[in-house]
């Protein structure tokens, strides 16, 4: 394909055939991605079609893709098909070179411009040679391609390349034929040199256009390269020794094996670290810059390095399931689709050549009148002829110049190049950068967002409950805080609820320890809390005090032995849960604990009472902690201009909590998944385009309906399908720098489309003689080589975007330094009262501030 128009072409032909629903075809890439019937048309019709039309066609294979990324054919190709141009052009160069240079010595004129026969000068017939040659061997591609595409009633580049040349080779033949049928004096003025220029300034652009096409895949190419093509399958023995290592291609390797990867060795499918600590690094994956640790039980992925020592891993995703697969399965995707600028372009480019064809006849019917109405126009402005023409020679020479040149510069090829070339480096970059951007539409649309919408849970949070206090309400000589901890780590072990879980893992962590003591008669109250029996926790003690022992140990006495410790088995009788628990079980909270509980709360907290023995001994807070960079991201949105809303199901205190702690002024609390959906499109119907920040398989109806739906890579798989970007690294600042990459590259499509227009409504005009008057007249060949830096410039132009560089953390901190405060007490107070009016009436969800509370929030 060389222009819009062969796109054009292809797609119209496909979608009028019965059992094809949909196809789009992309120049950049030379893909096209169809959607038919298979119980009407298959495959192998698809692709007699499409040869039929005139181009070459095979199904995309998955493995070949980074092969055909490089454009190392057409490269080839087009190299070869320049350098054979060249052997006609130098000479013909040399030759128009020779009549520009004046010259006074009489012998010169005498070589060339002498006539053979009447007629006929040697110049013209070694121009003649050469045109005719090159016409033969390197038009024959532009002739066959462009009689396929009339064939089929459309016209693409090839058929203006033809046009021109020949119209300029017949009209200089019939001339000369004419001369020397005539025996004239003086050899005429022909055009045989434009043929000859013309193929040179095509093949040199076409090839210079896909060395640089080949770039603008560079960063799906890299990610391609990184799938491994074989792997070290080993098996164990006893004792987990390896017996025996096999060399396997992936094709082969199944879920389950276990695979041995050296130091500086790719991990060739996804799994988990059975055995060795190594760093890796996932750079080109996750856009992580530092290497990241990796010990037994931890996630590794395909395609990252590993770093150092050999590790052996389970493989747990392998072939077009790993996590670096369904990456490049996006990015593909995404460079195939269409921003909806660009489908614009192309139906314009579908009716660009019969247009040019139709400006140049004009061109040269409307110059042909003026020349014999009133050849001074003429002669003033185009005074090349000499007294050996005639005047009507010359009018005919120029109107045809003017004509061949109009042919010769346009160009629809920078029009339909504009905006692929721009989205194929823009997701390039956003992937190489861990943001993976599904498409030219969510990619222009991104940059339009006036209202991010985040969930909570996950989201703004980790989503994991994390012990974030440990307070202890007896003393410590009753019950020491080890103790406590040895207790409700023994009785929520048995728990499995995701507070009970977190406490369990705090409490382990705290002690030190992975084993804990003995629980019987378990009872779990759902909405209140759990009671049991503890028993044999001195072990846990005794070993925990023994490990802080040996690290602070006082020197030993000579001659004294070790003391010996009588430990008495204990049984505990614990409860642990929320206020109404402890009443229902005959105890009484003093003030203290419940303004203690409550201050937790208002935090967003959890706040869990312990009992044992019948005694209230400690309080734990319990938080789904918020994510470092929430408070950060959230503010860098506002100072763009975004709106920013926190959208959860939790329960109105906590959604004030956590939206206090980041810097939100608007929330949407205990809201259903449907009402999400019912949220999005009320901001919707107020002309806001909406961005949907999530991660859970409740938020992926939102998700759908947002103009741009965000998702966390580490959430649901339901998510990230029904999303339109997704943030590998699960960094909030991603969505603040998705949206500064949509501005450049929507920048840079709207330069190059707006450098296209201009070069075609200004050249056009230039070539047709509009400004003569002022001096400008270009000859033929200077349009062809204007036509191939056109096209070669606007793909440069895109390739400029692999200069963006994401914003760090510390830029953003340094944006944010001195205008980012945290809000006060009493400013927090403001918001709990305001949210409790609110509850009395009004929208149910909604819990906004007014301007002057949003001023001292910010």
Known sequence: MTCASCVHNIESRLTRTNGITYASVALATSKAHVKFDPEIIGPRDIVRIIKEI??????????????????????????KSFLCSLVFGIPVMGLMIYMLVPSHEPHKAMVLDRNIIPGLSILNLIFFILCTFVQLLGGWYFYVQAYRSLKHGTANMDVLIVLATTIAYTYSLVILVVAVAEKAERSPVTFFDTPPMLFVFIALGRWLEHVAKSKTSEALAKLMSLQATEATVVTLGEDNLIVREEQVPMELVQRGDIIKVVPGGKFPVDGKILEGNTMVDESLITGEAMPVTKKPGSIVIAGSINAHGSVLVNATHVGNDTTLAQIVKLVEEAQMSKAPIQQLADRFSGYFVPFIIIISTLTLVVWIIIGFIDFGVVQKYFPTHNKHISQAEVIIRFAFQTSITVLCIACPCSLGLATPTAVMVGTGVAAQNGILIKGGKPLEMAHKIKTVMFDKTGTITHGVPKVMRVLLLVDVAVMPLRKVLAVVGTAEAS??????????????????????????????????????????????????????????????????????????????????????WMRRNGLTLSSDVSDAMANHELKGQTAV???????????????????????????????????????????????????????????????????????????????KKVAMVGDGVNDSPALAQADVGIAIGTGTDVAIEAADVVLIRNDLLDVVASIHLSKRTVWRIHLNLVLALIYNLIGIPIAAGVFMPIGIVLQPWMGSAAMAASSVSVVLSSLQLKCYKKPDLERYEAQAQGRMKPLTASQSDKLSRHSAAADDGGDKWSLLLNDRDEEQCI
């Open 54 to 79: 005139g181009f070459h066609a095979s199904p995309a294979q998955r493995n070949s893709s980074a092969h055909h990324l490089d454009h190392k054919v057409e490269i080839k190709q087009w190299r």
């Open 495 to 580: 728990s499995e609820h995701p507070l009970g879980v977190a406490v369990t893992k705090y409490c382990k962590e705290e002690l030190g320890t992975d084993s804990l003591g003995y629980c019987t008669d378990f009872q779990a109250v759902p909405g209140c809390g759990i009671g049991c029996k503890v028993s044999s926790v001195e072990g846990i003690l005794a070993h925990s005090e023994s490990q802080q022992s040996k690290q602070v140990a006082p020197p030993s006495r000579a001659g004294s032995a070790p003391e010996e410790t009588d430990v008495t088995p204990q049984t505990f009788s614990v409860l642990i849960g929320n206020r109404e």
């Open 609 to 687: 009472l312990v009992a044992i023995d019948g005694v209230l001994c400690a309080m734990i807070a319990i938080a789904d902690a918020v994510k470092q960079e929430a408070a950060l991201a959230v503010h860098t949105l506002k100072s763009m201009g975004v709106d920013v809303v926190l959208i959860t199901g939790d329960n109105r205190k906590t959604a004030r909590a956590i939206a206090t702690q980041v810097g939100i002024n608007k929330v949407f609390a205990e809201v259903l998944p449907s009402h999400k959906v019912a949220k999005v499109q009320e901001l919707q119907n107020e002309g």
